[in-house]
């Protein structure tokens, strides 16, 4: 008998609860044990790949509940098309997984321009803890009933104000709510006292079906994260609370490309980043940070902040010197600066030459740091530490860090993780580190950690 076997079925259960559901039911022609263990596995996962025709997966859904009877769900995730002839299918394997009580449900369906409209079921349910819906429409005149709901996510659906005002008041444990791609709101009035974390992703080709204008008003959010493209403008009201903030943001351009009406999509990103300059740990994409460095170039002064920690996602361009000098001249009161230098999955970044390193210091970029060294002042009181992620060599960096390095008073850290790829060779970070121990420092505490 094989180890696997011997193992208690409990823990059996839960191994099959991380499988894919056609592979857990093909366990069953393992042995006498195996037969029916499949059936007991709370979580199931359905996905309609290696199914063809759509026919099949559909037959398998059915055989497999209907084989289950009314064992324990806790969590049922279907991957579906929108087609009109399966909806029979589709609702009665939602109303299974309510009549069981299911606690997470997760129904994605295929997104191509069409929605669907969930059954009563759906919206009347209290053992509902997690919900995922994609590609839904709402149903203006239902009641929305979730007495336990605690996480919801929305994707490419349809939904009014008024939808979101009916889930604020009848989800009153809700403490997740994610947009993803969503539209028909241009007032997101989360006035929930239980709902912590806010997560809207505004998406560009469906501007026919909004207003000129946004606006969101989140008391008790504690965590706000807005990314996507600003093709409307955005205004936060009622922020007060918020201590992680993520603006992630792209200009929304045309479909020719063109970007429309720059400097306002600017303008409203720096509405935007004052209206969270009290937040405590702000994290800020490239396009943002582009955008201080316009302002940095033209001497606009620096926005004044009181964060604790702020994570730039950047490539360390000349340029993202100026925009990361902005900020830290608005920061006085920056404890810890993370860059991640994350490069797209098809992306192989390459390192500089480093038999040039002295040469680094003599551009623009480092220049331009050494005439700033007296108006960034988190490096005589604060800054403590400094991270790079996802690290390769760029022309910009070392001289950032002789900067950090050799004006950060109480500096005790700077960690680099490299990113595993081949620039990134033994023998090459061996090169860097010696870069990096020749730097000279201005905190003696000062701790220079490179990892691979």
Known sequence: MDRLSELPELILVHILSFVNMRDVVRTAILSKRWRHLWSTVPNLDFSYDDFYPYQNYVDFVNRTLLSRGTSKIRRLKIGLFLNASYRKDYDGWILYAAKNNVEELFLEFNQDCCYW??????????????????????????????????????RFSVLGNQDVHKIMVGAPKLE????????????????????????????????????????ISAPNVQTLRLSGFLYRKCILMNVQSVVNATLSIHPHTGFR???????????????????????????????????LAL??????????????????????????????????????ALQMLIIDMEYGPYEQPK??????????????????????????????????????????????????????????????????IAKRVDANSPDYLLKVAQILLSLPRASSRAVVTLLN
């Open 117 to 154: 409209f969930p059954p009563q079921c759906v919206y009347r349910n209290s053992s509902f803890k997690t919900l995922s819906l994609w590609s839904c429409k709402f149903i203006h005149d239902v009641q929305i009933t979730w007495n336990l709901l605690t996480k919801l996510t929305l």
């Open 176 to 215: 997740f709510l994610e947009l993803d791609s969503c539209w028909g709101y241009d007032d997101l009035n989360i006035d929930s006292p239980s709902l912590r974390t806010l997560i809207v992703c505004e998406w560009e080709s469906v501007e026919f079906e909004h207003g000129p204008i946004m606006t």
């Open 257 to 291: 490309g063109e970007k429309k009406n720059l400097k306002g999509q600017q303008d409203n990103l720096m509405e935007l980043v004052r209206s969270l300059k009290h937040v405590e740990n702000l994290t800020l994409g490239a396009w943002c940070v582009e955008v």
């Open 295 to 332: 302002r940095e170039k033209k001497r606009i002064p620096s926005q004044v902040s009181t964060h604790k920690c702020v994570t730039l996602s950047i490539h360390m361009k000349e340029d993202d010197l100026f925009g990361t000098v902005n900020l830290l001249k608005g920061s006085p």
């Open 351 to 416: 390192g500089v030459e480093l038999a040039d390193s002295k040469n680094f210091y003599n551009s623009n970029g480092a220049n331009y740091l050494a005439s700033q060294v007296k108006h960034v002042k988190c490096l005589l009181h604060h800054l403590k530490t400094v991270k790079i992620t996802q690290f390769v060599a760029k022309t910009s960096v070392f001289p950032f860090l002789e900067f950090i390095l050799k004006n950060g008073k109480v500096l005790e850290n700077v960690v680099i």
